[in-house]
């Protein structure tokens, strides 16, 4: 089951979201997708990584089987305002990676990574 809870002023396309969520995360039986101004992901970038600044997107397992994945539209469309829809399926893809075991601590991470968020994206 996918949550949506839009806690900003964008209008989001949450069925083309909750689309592409099952997709990239079928095995998860609970995963929630929050979106959040900037101020509010800047107070939990700081809070859990020690980042004052405000992120596009941060992840948080809650459990076996569950995760939350926090996105910043405000901060996709001031990086890519021009492609802005197809950036947020990609830190939503992202977000749910995480969840999942993935990483970019190095660049074979990094390229695992980005192989499979653009398997999902494509397909």
């Known amino acids: 089951m996918v949550e949506f809870n ?16 099952r997709k990239a995360a079928p ?9 959040l101004s900037a101020d ?8 859990y990584r020690k980042k004052k600044d405000p992120t ?3 992840s948080f397992k809650a ?4 995760g939350e994945v926090l996105i910043c539209p405000q901060v996709v469309k001031e990086e890519f305002g021009d492609d802005f829809l197809n950036r947020m399926d990609r ?5 749910i ?3 999942l075991g993935y990483d970019h ?6 390229a695992r990574m980005k192989k499979k968020e653009d398997e999902i994206l494509s397909g």
Do not use: C, M, W
């Open 27 to 35: 095995e998860k039986e609970e995963l929630s997708v929050a979106f």
């Open 40 to 47: 509010e992901i800047a107070d939990l970038n700081s809070r």
């Open 91 to 95: 830190v939503l893809v992202h977000g």
């Open 63 to 66: 459990g076996p089987g569950l």
């Open 97 to 99: 990676l995480h969840l």
């Open 105 to 110: 601590q190095n660049d074979e991470q990094e």
């Open 6 to 21: 839009n806690r900003t002023d964008y209008e989001l396309p949450i069925d083309r979201f909750a689309e592409l969520a």
């Open 56 to 58: 596009d997107v941060l």
